[in-house]
C-alpha cells in the first residue's frame, strides 16, 4: 500500500467528512467547512476556520533559500524524545474521534492500532487522543499497552479525580508520557455527551504532574502566559498547538506564535509544534522556528483510515523523505544545523 492508495481509499472511507484534497487548508469551500453547521466538527475548524487556515497559511508564508556548494553528507536525523530513540523528529499528533469527526468507517480501537503500530514500524511515536465517544473503554491505553508502551495518551481535561484514575492506567500500560490537550476545554461535544472540561489551575496542573513517574506532557500552548505558567508545572513537554484550528477561531497559525515561545521554554522542556503540517518541508520550517519535534494530525489520520498501519508506514515515510530533501537542500547536515538561517 502506498500513500496515493491510502489517499483513494480515505477518500471514499470518510465520504461525507474529507474530501482528501490535494491541499488541506480549511478553506470556507472545503467539504469539511461546509458540514459543521449545526453538526459535529467534522474534521474541520471551528467558526469560520480561520484558525485551521492560518495554521497552513503561516507555514506557505515562510520561504525557505538553498545552499549546496559545501561538503555533502548523509543528513542525521536520528533523535531522541524523552529518552527513546526515533530516526526522525515527525510524531503523530494525539486525535481521536474517528466516528464523530472522521466518517466512522473504522473503529476506535483500530484506528489507535494503526497509528501506533505504523509509527513504531516507521520508527516514530504516535500521540493517541481522547473522546467522549469510546472514554470508558479508553482505547487508546490498550493500544498503547498492546505495542509495549510505545505510544503517548493526551487525556481530555476532564475533571480532576478523573484525570487522576486514567493517568495511572496510562502509566501501567508503559506509555512513554502522559498529557492533556489544555484546549480541548473548547470542547462542546464533551460536554454535551455528559463528560464535561475544564481550564486547569496550576495547582490542579501540579498535582497531574506530581501524580505520575511519567513525564508529562502540556498540549495546546499559544500564549506568552502560558507558556511562562507551563514552566511551572514541573512538565517535561509543551506542545504549541491551536488544535489543528478547532477549538477557538481567529487564532494565528501555529508557525506564527512558534517564534514568540521557543525563547521561554527552549531547553527548559521539550518542544513540539504542530498545526497545518502537510510535508516534510512544512516540518522542516517548524524546526527551523525553534520546535523540537514536529506532530502532523489530518495527514496521519487520512493514511490511517484509508491505509491502516501500512498507510501510516507511508505516511511517515512521505514525511521523512522530504525533511531529508529539505536538510540536503539548505545544507543542514544534523538537526541542530536547522534554524533560522534555512529562510529567505
Ligand atoms: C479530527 C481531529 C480530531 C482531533 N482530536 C484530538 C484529540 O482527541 N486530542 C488532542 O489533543 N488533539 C486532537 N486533535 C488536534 C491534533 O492533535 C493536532 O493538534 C492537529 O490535528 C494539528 O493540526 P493538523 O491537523 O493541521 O496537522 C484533533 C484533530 C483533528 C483534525
Redesign the pocket.
Known amino acids: 500500500m502506498d500513500l496515493t492508495d491510502a489517499r483513494e481509499k480515505a477518500r471514499e472511507r470518510m465520504k461525507g467528512a474529507c474530501a482528501v484534497y490535494k491541499v488541506c487548508d480549511g478553506r470556507a469551500d472545503r467539504l469539511c467547512q461546509g458540514i459543521k453547521y449545526g453538526k459535529a466538527l467534522g474534521?474541520g475548524g471551528a467558526g469560520k476556520g480561520a484558525s485551521?487556515t492560518a495554521?497552513v497559511e503561516a507555514l506557505d508564508r515562510l520561504h525557505l533559500k538553498t545552499r549546496l556548494i559545501c561538503e555533502h553528507a548523509e543528513p542525521q536525523m536520528k533523535t531522541s524524545f524523552l529518552g527513546q530513540e526515533v530516526g526522525f523528529p515527525i510524531f503523530c499528533?494525539?486525535?481521536?474521534?474517528v466516528k464523530i469527526?472522521?466518517g466512522g468507517a473504522i473503529g476506535e480501537l483500530e484506528f489507535f492500532r494503526a497509528v501506533i503500530q505504523g509509527c513504531k514500524s516507521a520508527g516514530t511515536i504516535a500521540?493517541v487522543?481522547?473522546?467522549a465517544e469510546t472514554f470508558e473503554d479508553r482505547p487508546g491505553v490498550q493500544a498503547i499497552r498492546e505495542a509495549g508502551g510505545w505510544g503517548v495518551q493526551?487525556f481530555?481535561p476532564r475533571e480532576q479525580k478523573v484525570l487522576l484514575r486514567v493517568i495511572q492506567e496510562a502509566q501501567a500500560a508503559g506509555a512513554i508520557a502522559v498529557g492533556v490537550?489544555l484546549d480541548?476545554a473548547g470542547s462542546v461535544a464533551m460536554g454535551l455527551k455528559g463528560q464535561p472540561v475544564f481550564r486547569k489551575s496550576l495547582n490542579e496542573l501540579k498535582e497531574l504532574v506530581e501524580s505520575t513517574s511519567l513525564p508529562f506532557i502540556l498540549?495546546?500552548i499559544t500564549s506568552e502566559e502560558d507558556a511562562a505558567a507551563a514552566l511551572e508545572t514541573g512538565c517535561k513537554v509543551v506542545c504549541v498547538?491551536n488544535?489543528?484550528g478547532?477549538t477557538l477561531d481567529s487564532m494565528p497559525g501555529v508557525a506564527e506564535v512558534l517564534p514568540r515561545l521557543v525563547p521561554i521554554l527552549k531547553g527548559k522542556v521539550v518542544v513540539t509544534a504542530?498545526?497545518?503540517?502537510r510535508t516534510g518541508f512544512d516540518a522542516f520550517k517548524m524546526l527551523a522556528l525553534g520546535a523540537d519535534f514536529v506532530?502532523?494530525?489530518?495527514?496521519f489520520?487520512r493514511a490511517a483510515i484509508g491505509g491502516g498501519a501500512e498507510g501510516v508506514v507511508a505516511e511517515a515515510d512521505f514525511l521523512f523523505q522530504d525533511l531529508r530533501k529539505a536538510m540536503i537542500m539548505t545544507g543542514c547536515n544534523s538537526l541542530s544545523d536547522i534554524d533560522g538561517h534555512v529562510f529567505t
Open positions: 474534521m485551521f495554521n499528533s494525539s486525535v481521536s474521534g469527526s472522521m500521540f487522543g481522547d473522546t493526551i481530555k490537550d480541548g498540549k495546546g498547538s488544535h489543528g478547532r504542530d498545526g497545518g503540517v506532530m502532523a494530525g489530518r495527514e489520520i
